[in-house]
């Protein structure tokens, strides 16, 4: 019994941390979709699909924003997302994701590797997400504050404190 309990659990351990790679379908700032299976970017929080910011004095979409620039960045192109522990109380994957990306203005690099959730942070269209992301992203999010880029260009509620009712 005990030993059948085991091989389920490394089973399971073994299947989870297999990466997932296919065409994605974003779902929103930080939540895509492959083969059916719902895929939460680790260590970032992106504005909710419903969530307005203020930029320029205007209200606008931030979430519908951010959602936007994620599926820009992918692109078309195939993602690569490795599983981080277990699924959210959701039952998406929490993941690192990454697209091949074309190296700009240097002769010797066709082509490399990019961490979605970085990247989100550091165009602006994503927060570090500190209780999960133990700072990774702080850096890339301080560059995108002071370069007023994304949600930096105007005052926005954190999508935390949005989902907790402080809108």
């Not at 961490?115 to 989100?120: E, K, S």
């Amino acid at each position: 019994m005990i030993t059948a309990l085991v091989l389920a659990v490394s089973l399971q351990s073994a299947v989870t941390s297999t990466p997932l790679v296919g065409r994605a379908t974003v779902i929103d700032g930080d939540t895509l979709e492959i083969r059916g299976q719902r895929v939460r970017l680790w260590g970032i929080d992106a504005p909710e699909s419903r969530q307005s910011c203020q930029r320029d004095g205007q209200a606008y979409r931030c979430g519908t924003e951010a959602a936007r620039h994620l599926d820009s960045l992918i692109n078309d192109r195939p993602v690569t997302c490795t599983p981080q522990g277990r699924p959210d109380r959701w039952g998406r994957m929490v993941a690192r994701c990454e697209v091949t990306a074309d190296c700009a203005h240097d002769e010797d690099c066709k082509t490399f590797r990019r961490d979605l959730g970085g990247w989100m942070v550091a165009a602006g269209w994503a927060l570090d997400y500190p209780r999960f992301s133990d700072g990774e992203h702080v850096e890339q999010q301080y560059d995108a504050e002071q370069a007023r880029k994304g949600l930096w260009a105007g005052p926005f509620i954190t999508p935390w404190d949005w989902r907790a009712g402080q809108r």
